[in-house]
């Protein structure tokens, strides 16, 4: 996987999270959109490891009306999470306009899903699999999020603790107690911070 030359933030360690993140600098009144083309979209869900890069490759080269509404379909996706997941982290009640949005965009994925059967050394096996179409990135991240919000990861989500920062991560510590998206980022920038006021008291 390379993602060397890309413009993401991954310190999600989850894709549903990471997808959450491509909303940069959200607090501030100029945030930066980072799936701001359908082929920021199909490009974000083959480095996250959603869809293959066999099939990334030429829906990255789509630019029609459908693939427009396909990336703003995506966007509304990600504000309704991420307004899921703010509510959680600060324990408050989760808006039922939320839970409806990603309920339906999970249901739509889990429907367009199709059994395929391959045989690998001499035994069949069969599984789900997105058909080639050009939603194919949106139900991925839909599926994504599935598997953030049912099952144990989400007892493990964490908002950054820099105020003007707001980035959601997966905390995979040990002792469960990592507060920043970045130690280099916003950990050091915040130590600093608290320095200075400290010395200043
Ligand atoms: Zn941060």
Redesign the pocket.
């Given at each position: 996987m390379n993602r060397r030359a890309d413009h993401f933030d991954w310190s999600g360690g989850h894709p549903a999270l990471d997808f959450v993140n491509t909303l940069d600098e959200r607090p501030s009144d100029e945030p930066i959109d980072n799936l701001a083309t359908y082929r920021d979209l199909a490009r974000f869900a083959e480095l996250a490891g959603l869809i293959e890069p066999q099939i990334a490759g030429p829906l990255q080269r789509l630019h029609d009306p459908a693939s427009i509404r396909i990336v703003k379909r995506a966007r509304h996706l990600r504000e309704h999470l991420h307004d899921l997941l703010a509510a959680t982290t600060s324990r408050r009640l989760v808006r039922q306009a939320d839970l409806d949005a990603l309920s339906a965009a999970i249901q739509a994925a889990h429907a367009a899903r199709a059994l395929v059967a391959s045989r690998s050394t001499g035994l069949v096996e069969y599984r789900w699999r997105l058909p080639w179409t050009p939603v194919i990135p949106l139900h991925a991240c839909a599926l994504a999020i599935e598997s953030l919000l049912v099952g144990g990861k989400r007892k493990r989500i964490r908002k950054?603790g820099?105020a003007d920062?707001d980035?959601y991560y997966l905390d995979t510590s040990k002792a469960q107690r990592r507060q920043?998206?970045?130690m280099k980022?916003?950990g050091n920038r915040e130590k600093q911070r608290r320095r200075r006021s400290v010395t200043r008291n």
């Open positions: 950054c820099a920062c980035v920043w998206c970045s980022g916003c």
